[in-house]
């Protein structure tokens, strides 16, 4: 494994303190799912982040001060660049975006960027329909030349979207290869450390997947939550915010459950990414009030009732 930037060491600390928490509070009869989180009306990241384009695909850094994206804005290598976005306190707002560069950045459309806990590994996909990673020895040095991820597929069906964990070594991702409930479907492969490749993904089961599109997954750092994107039906749009909780992170996810309406709008609502606090949820829409296609907005975490 990699040595850990010392940026990030406290912050990787924190996240391990929460997932211990969260695991904990056996009662009689045993431990039992969280409950599904509630969130309250997102608002838009502003015109400071947004373009009059495409922007999408959020995947915030552990200490919530970068916030990695995708867009086909001017200024990048091909049709869609990943960029990213600073700010200097949590409660400040993102900006000055800036293009990755020409080393991950291709010719191609790159896709769906997720940062690893420890910042040093960028995992994305592209047009090409794998998964790519790219690492870097610390935080402070620019992202090596990327690779494809060997997920055990053949023939090639098209792997994207992926979503590391904040441990490092389970990655999901959706597919539509053989094996699944319905059209795309969310699958998870495992590997022992950072240095070793992953395992044959597996399925996650009807309780998450259905005979719809069910895709773009996002583990919450503590390992018991699922979010990701779906187009079934009982929905408020064309594609809704879903999420899916467990007791532990050796248990299977449960049936998922839509976010409902104070999320999810009647347009396209996708690509969640939960803050490592678990206080703020990220995603991208295309529901009026953006700046263009296509926007990044952010959602509060409502209190427990």
């Keep these: 494994m990699k040595p850990r930037s010392a940026p990030h060491a406290a912050a990787v600390a924190a996240v391990l303190a929460l997932a211990a928490v969260a695991c904990g509070g056996q009662g009689q009869g045993g431990p039992t799912p969280p409950k599904s989180p509630q969130y309250g009306a997102p608002t838009n990241l502003g015109a400071a982040v947004n373009s009059d384009g495409f922007d999408g695909g959020p995947s915030i850094s552990v200490d919530g001060l970068t916030i990695y994206f995708i867009s086909d804005r001017a200024g990048g290598s091909g049709g869609g660049d990943i960029w990213s976005a ?10 000055n975006p800036k293009n990755l560069g020409p080393v991950v950045n291709s010719p191609r459309n790159e896709g769906a960027p997720d940062i690893s ?9 592209r047009d090409d ?22 997920l055990h597929h053949a023939p090639r069906t098209g792997d994207g979207h992926p979503s590391i964990s ?14 699944g409930s319905g059209g795309d479907d969310v699958w998870v492969a495992a590997r022992t450390s950072p240095s070793r490749p ?6 996650l089961g009807p309780s998450v997947n259905s005979p719809a599109d069910d895709c773009e997954p996002g583990p919450s750092s503590d390992g018991l939550f699922l979010f990701f994107a779906s187009d079934r039906a009982g929905g408020s749009g064309r594609l809704d915010i879903l999420v899916s909780t467990r007791t532990s992170r050796s248990d299977p996810f449960g049936r998922a459950t839509n976010l409902g309406p104070a999320l999810n709008s009647y347009y396209e609502d996708e690509t969640p990414e939960v803050g490592a606090d678990g206080t703020t949820l990220y995603f991208m829409s295309n529901r009026p009030g953006g700046s263009g296609f296509f926007d990044l907005w952010v959602a509060p975490r409502a209190p427990a009732s």
Excluded at 86 to 95: K, L, M, V
Excluded at 131 to 150: C, K, T
Excluded at 198 to 203: C, D, E, H, Q, W
Aim: charged content about 20%; some cysteine; proline content about 8%.
């Design 198 to 203: 992953f395992g044959v993904p597996r399925n």
């Design 166 to 179: 904040s441990d490092g070594l389970d990655l999901y991702f959706c597919t539509a290869r053989s094996g």
């Design 117 to 125: 806990t420890d910042g040093l590994e960028l995992f994305f996909d």
């Design 86 to 95: 600073t700010r200097q306190t949590t409660a400040g707002a993102f900006a």
């Design 129 to 150: 329909g794998l998964i790519w990673r790219s690492s870097r020895p610390s935080a402070l040095d620019p992202f090596g030349q990327p690779a494809p991820v060997d």
